[in-house]
């Protein structure tokens, strides 16, 4: 079985200032690893993902990630937040072998202020 | 290209009646799969289909149902409805799953709303 753990339920940050938020997974097999993003009233759209290679993986609007086998983590970061960045951040995991499961973490919600 | 798109966007349902939930999958996209969203639970996997066979199926009891068509396009339904059933329901597609990090995308949703 998989699990995945967002440390933060909420993350307020200053415009233009730099976040990062944080995915811990765990999986007896591999797996590949998502962020998706959730606009108010909206569905889900992906902002990277990790299947293999570099470990550090770029993404749409400025984001990326980096991947850690050995802490097991597939921590998000952005160096500078715009107000339109306001949103709840999914991180999701889903077994190499197991078609279009994807198991999500609680979800982090991002809050941009002035 | 058109995204995946689903229907009803709202709907507004008494305990006890059924719904169907509609999914049209981006064009050549074969693999359909459902997820449930609600506060209280998160984001859960309901099913998956490909080839209008149901390949994976989540923790959910037996009144949550589905379909997919020679097309690809998939229907949900959800029959006794309760109140715990008011949710935001996904539809998300994705391109042959043998393909190895195939992504999945995601409609807007169906908003239900049971009372």
């Known amino acids: 079985a998989q699990s995945v753990t967002q440390l933060d339920s909420q993350v307020p940050v200053f415009e233009e200032a730099p976040v990062e938020l944080r995915c811990n997974y765990s999986?007896?097999?591999?797996?590949?690893l998502f962020w998706y993003v959730q606009y108010p009233n909206q569905g889900l759209q992906l902002l990277l993902k990790y299947l293999s290679g570099s470990t550090l993986v770029k993404g749409i609007n400025g984001f990326e990630a980096e991947f850690n086998k050995s802490q097991t983590s597939f921590h998000l970061r952005k160096p500078s937040v715009h107000i339109s960045d306001t949103a709840e951040y999914f991180c999701?995991?889903?077994?190499?072998?197991?078609?279009?499961?994807?198991?999500f973490g609680a979800g982090t919600q991002v809050v941009v202020t002035p | 290209k058109a995204g995946v798109t689903q229907t009803p966007r709202y709907l507004i349902k008494t305990r006890g009646q059924q719904v169907t939930l509609s999914c049209s999958p981006i064009?050549?996209?074969?693999?359909v799969s459902w997820y449930q969203q609600t506060p209280g639970q998160g984001l859960q996997f309901l099913f998956e289909y490909f080839s209008e066979t149901q390949r994976n199926k989540g923790n959910f009891p037996g009144r949550f149902s589905g379909r997919q068509f020679s097309n690809s396009r998939s229907e949900m339904n959800v029959s006794t409805l309760e109140l715990g059933d008011s949710a935001l329901y996904l539809c998300a597609s994705s391109l042959e799953p043998e393909i190895s990090g195939n992504t999945i995308y995601f409609g807007e949703g169906s908003w239900l709303t049971v009372v």
């Open positions: 064009s050549g996209h074969r693999s």
């Open positions: 999986s007896s097999v591999s797996v590949y």
């Open positions: 999701a995991v889903r077994r190499t072998d197991s078609w279009g499961k994807l198991q």
